[in-house]
T-cell receptor, first 114, second 114 residues
Framework: AQSVTQPDIHITVSEGASLELRCNYS??????LFWYVQSPGQGLQLLLK??????LVQGIKGFEAEFKRSQSSFNLRKPSVHWSDAAEYFC????????????FGTGTRLLVSP | EPEVTQTPSHQVTQMGQEVILRCVPI?????FYWYRQILGQKVEFLVS????????KSEIFDDQFSVERPDGSNFTLKIRSTKLEDSAMYFC????????????FGPGTRLTVL
């Protein structure tokens, strides 16, 4: 069965420091991979997606993610974190049997310290 | 920028009552979804809808749930007889002209069943 694992429940990063959020997936076919961010009281906003091609994808707000098939990973990175990046981050795999559903990880809550 | 909207933002109901959660997807989108997130848990797929019919549903989506696109702009989720365990945040999402398109999420409706 398809699944997504985000091993870190909480991460605290100092403002200006770099960030890497981990995501591992399990899916038998070619994965469609997504990172969403959820700020308190808000919906889910798409940060970036990987469908095919270049394994390093750029997203909004200065985020990037790298797809590594050999490691079944799709880690999210940002070189310099801003206080406004504090939020919950969800990795998801798109399972498409003709109609796509997203299977989400449990999320990683990012705290940014001054 | 077009966005998915949901009403109400918060709904409180008594156990056994019927509730209808409303969503207005992005206007030219053809694929519609409902997800839910129980407090502290991952976002879970409920149902996908295309061409006026359910295309896929999860095991959570039992006979108590139904979806409808009554007027070409709204997309509703009905829970016929709410249970305590239905308390969750319910997210509507819409996608474009292909099931491979990314999904845009609304801000969610928080349902509290007492």
């Amino acid at each position: 069965a398809q699944s997504v694992t985000q091993p870190d429940i909480h991460i605290t990063v100092s403002e200006g420091a770099s960030l890497e959020l981990r995501c591992n997936y399990s899916y038998g076919a070619t994965p469609y991979l997504f990172w969403y961010v959820q700020s308190p009281g808000q919906g889910l906003q798409l940060l970036l997606k990987y469908f095919s091609g270049d394994t390093l994808v750029q997203g909004i707000k200065g985020f990037e993610a790298e797809f590594k098939r050999s490691q079944s990973s799709f880690n999210l990175r940002k070189p310099s974190v801003h206080w406004s990046d504090a939020a919950e981050y969800f990795c998801a795999v798109g399972v498409n049997t003709g109609f796509q559903k997203l299977v989400f990880g449990t999320g990683t809550r990012l705290l940014v310290s001054p | 920028e077009p966005e998915v909207t949901q009403t109400p933002s918060h709904q409180v109901t008594q156990m056994g009552q019927e509730v209808i959660l409303r969503c207005v997807p992005i206007s030219n989108h053809l694929y519609f979804y409902w997800y839910r997130q129980i407090l502290g848990q991952k976002v879970e797929f409920l149902v996908s809808f295309y061409n006026n019919e359910i295309s896929e549903k999860s095991e959570i989506f039992d006979d108590q749930f139904s979806v409808e696109r009554p007027d070409g702009s709204n997309f509703t989720l009905k829970i016929r007889s709410t249970k305590l365990e239905d308390s969750a945040m319910y997210f509507c999402a819409s996608g474009g002209s292909s099931s491979y398109n990314e999904q845009f999420f609304g801000p969610g409706t928080r349902l509290t069943v007492l």
